[in-house]
């Protein structure tokens, strides 16, 4: 079997991501927290020896280094032969609503978050942008999940997976407390944290932790 290093930081929804499919899919990882906060990422030593797009998570693979969480998903569902499309047509929804997710709602909710919550003085003009934005794309899952238990049907996909990911970390993270606002998005993420070996980031992802500023 492979061996798996992933580069992180706890709070990184995307790094949650890969975490969770490898534990999900019965494997094992080293940890490596990276210093997201520290700026380390945006040094050019680091993007010349571990990722030349300046971004987090980053997964060694037997040695091979892997970026982009949607691609690697992909490969890990291939790989594994679990969460992945068994048809041609669940793989073109497993792919139309992992693009939506990497393109709309982890892009957006990934932001307001950070700015709502790890940076001291968020520009409130930028978060009620944001947060409006969110609220669509919050509008469209839930009306999704109404009618499907899962992103592509009755059984969870790597859609799923990234699509739960930043949805899930605490509501005085997000902003949102979903069980009263997006009824079907919190039964959902309940029917994810159900699957055998489900865990939270927090718990999957050890290390420090960036200075928390929401009130």
Not at 113 to 134: C, E, H, N, Q, W
Request: hydrophobic share 40%.
């Amino acid at each position: 079997m492979p061996t798996y290093r992933l580069h992180y930081f706890p709070e990184s929804g995307n790094s949650y991501k890969l975490a969770l499919m490898l534990t999900l899919c019965g494997q094992t990882f080293e940890p490596v927290w990276t210093d997201f906060g520290g700026g380390i990422t945006r040094t050019a030593e680091w993007r010349r020896t571990v990722n030349e797009m300046g971004e987090i998570p980053v997964l060694e693979e037997d040695g091979v280094r892997l970026t982009q969480t949607a691609p690697i998903l992909l490969k890990l569902a291939r790989q594994f032969g679990q969460f992945g499309g068994e048809t041609e047509q669940e793989q073109f929804e497993l792919l139309r609503w992992l693009f939506w997710d990497n393109h709309k709602l982890t892009g957006y909710m990934a932001s307001y978050r950070f700015m709502r919550t790890f940076i001291p003085s968020g520009d409130p003009a930028v978060l009620k942008y944001y947060r409006k934005r969110l609220d669509d794309y919050l509008g469209i899952l839930e009306t999704h999940l109404q009618q499907s238990a899962f992103a592509i049907g009755a059984r969870p996909s790597i859609a799923d997976i990234s699509m739960m990911a930043y949805l899930h970390y605490p509501g005085d993270e997000t902003g949102y407390d979903f069980a009263v606002s997006h009824p079907a998005i919190s039964a959902w993420l309940g029917r994810m944290a159900a699957l055998p070996g489900w865990k939270s980031a927090y718990d999957l992802l050890p290390g420090k932790r960036l200075t928390h500023y929401a009130k």
